[in-house]
């Protein structure tokens, strides 16, 4: 193992290496989350360290690429192999060089031994002084220079660039098999860790005070997927009132608000964050809640997703229009209606909810996919927290 790593190591180099050690803790952090489903800065970290890694495989796949394949081995048995063709062809010169010398001393005996043997003396002094010294024999080695080519040795120098590695072609074969599988992993950590994180985006918009940048994506679909709480009881202030309902908007969701006063002076909610610029709006209908609105029109309108609403004033009013909601759902009870868009019911009272109408109510709410939310100044009793969790 400590070979195969120190193999890694000269091969990817510092980037390369970083690359591996940021998708295995990603993939590492992803099979926790899916374990235990842990926090969600678990997914984020594994998503962030996933897309750190797949980023440094690019930069190390691009410097593998630029790797040039080190040829001086072959450069140089080629130059030997030349070396010892041009020998064995002086070689070869040399000795017919020695033949033809052979081949010439041997006319010239016979030329010799033909001539006539009576000639006079006086021919014998036309001859040239050097016939009649005879058959001048040569030295065995002697080279006749001009007709031996000359043998010119090529130096061949590799050039040498700067800041550009040399490996040989087994190990850019290896280098280059490492790296494919280097991209592969980071791809499918990164594609992995996005699963994840889509998963526990969803998990969280589901949730009641839990959900990360919501976005109006909730739907039946969603529902279907990941649970989620129709009956909560919680101890909070206007603020947190305030930022709850902003969320339920952002998600698609609506609500009817039961409170003393409008947190909001607009006469409209977005749907989207306020960076977007887009003017995606639901309108608030801000009323007494003795007021001329009938009950049908405002759940019907709340139910459908066309306004919410926010009914200020407490009293035996807001216990009127509670006990209309229990009827208006036990009818969508009766034809299995349900909202496509989760609509949320705040109650934040002092006056507390009767028990025989909250008993009336609080089985109807996952039915009809409504979420009723009852905010206390106190922490709830166990009693009706017990009453909740049933629900």
Request: with cysteine.
């Amino acid at each position: 193992m400590i070979a195969g790593l120190e193999k890694l190591v000269f091969y990817f180099e510092a980037v390369g290496t970083a690359s591996v050690v940021a998708w295995v803790v990603a993939a590492a952090l992803s099979l926790l989350f899916v374990a235990g489903l842990r926090r969600s800065k678990v997914c984020w970290t594994a998503l962030i360290l996933a897309v750190v890694g797949l980023s440094l495989a690019w930069i190390n796949s691009a410097n593998i690429s630029e790797i040039e394949i080190d040829r001086t081995a072959e450069i140089e048995a080629a130059q030997q192999r030349a070396a010892e063709l041009a020998k064995e062809e002086q070689e070869e010169i040399e000795s017919g060089i020695s033949e033809d010398s052979e081949e010439a001393k041997s006319e010239e005996a016979e030329e010799a031994a033909t001539e006539d043997g009576e000639e006079t003396a006086e021919e014998q002094d036309d001859v040239p002084a050097y016939r009649q010294a005879g058959v001048v024999e040569r030295e065995g080695g002697m080279k006749n220079e001009s007709l031996v080519p000359p043998v010119e040795t090529v130096e061949t120098e590799t050039p040498v660039a700067k800041n550009v590695r040399m490996l040989t072609d087994s190990q850019f074969a290896e280098a280059d098999r490492l790296d494919n599988m280097n991209l592969f992993c980071a791809r499918w950590t990164l594609y992995v860790t996005l699963l994840l994180v889509a998963v526990d985006y969803f998990r969280r918009l589901n949730q009641t005070f839990d959900s990360l940048l919501p976005l109006p994506l909730s739907g039946p679909l969603v529902d279907s997927l990941f649970a989620k709480s129709h009956a909560e009881v919680a101890q909070g202030d206007a603020a947190r009132w305030k930022n709850f309902l902003e969320q339920a908007v952002r998600k698609g969701e609506t609500f009817i608000y039961f409170t003393g006063e409008d947190p909001w002076s607009q006469p409209y909610l977005n749907r989207l964050p306020a960076w977007t610029k887009i003017p995606w709006r639901l309108t608030k209908l801000n009323r007494p809640v003795d007021n001329e609105l009938t009950d049908e029109f405002i759940l019907e309108s709340a139910w459908f997703g066309r306004y919410c609403f926010v009914l200020t004033g407490d009293g035996p009013q807001s216990v009127a229009r509670m006990t209309a909601l229990a009827s208006f759902l036990e009818l969508r009870h009766e034809t299995r209606a349900s909202a496509r868009h989760t609509l949320n019911i705040l109650w934040d009272h002092e006056t507390p909810i009767p028990p025989e109408l909250l008993d009336r109510i609080l089985p109807l709410c996952g039915e009809a996919n409504i979420r009723l939310v009852l905010s206390t100044k106190q922490p709830p009793s166990g009693e009706l927290v017990a009453r909740f969790i049933e629900a």
